[in-house]
């Protein structure tokens, strides 16, 4: 089982990387910030970074103001 | 005059930490400006500015800045407020264009950043530089502070060293207002304080 945003949860499954998981969860923002485990996964990995069974996933998304 | 005066009424104990702390601001519009002059009034030691905009009047509606800086770069004004503050506050203030390449360099003497930025897409970048290169050190970042009212929806969430303030959804697009975004702004500083005093949430 994979928490999302300490909030959703999620099936985990083998070899789910975080793009299956953004994709899984329906998050379309394209401006995001994504930590698996309190560690921040850079954008261009999201294809390649598996997501560990148990793991806390949060996802931000980045809004326009300042 | 005694100086330390100004801290008084501080949080007993607060000022002999938050004097030995650098803070890093990425930005000094809405959320820089306000989180600075907060910081500064909580006793931080030094600041480092930074920022490639001069004020405009359109500026005036929610950044700590008055008529008379118009035109003035924001770093120099800024630290004008924020030395008229408390003159024994130390600013380094950067009239830069901040970029993934010259964001660690400038802000590496920093114990905390605090990502004070407009565009999502510049905030994107910098929580990404930032956490690559210093995975330890604290980003206090703001999403989502504009429209008014709603101020139940402003939150903060944290993972890891990040730390995020607003309410995630509101954009810019819709208008911004001084109290909404100030309490943003105010949210960064009142969780960098925290950090700097007790150290970061697990």
Known sequence: ?66 | MDIEEIFKRNVPGTRDILSKKTVGIAGCGGLGSNAAAALTRAGIGKLIIADFDVVELSNLNRQYYFLADVGKKKTDALAAHLLAINPGLAVEAHFIELTPDNLCELFKGADLLIEAFDKAERKAWLIETWCVHFPHKPVVCASGLSGYGNTGALTVRRSGNIVMCGDFETDMSMGLTSSRVAIAANMQANEAIEILVKGIKK
């Open chain 1, 1 to 66: 089982m994979i928490l999302i945003n300490n909030r959703d949860k999620l099936e985990w499954q083998e070899g789910m990387t975080v793009r299956a998981l953004l994709t899984e969860m329906g998050y379309t923002y394209t401006l995001i910030t994504v930590t698996v485990n309190g560690e921040l996964v850079p954008k261009e990995n999201y294809e390649e970074h598996l997501v560990p069974d148990g793991a806390e996933v949060t996802v931000f998304h980045l809004a326009h103001g300042g």
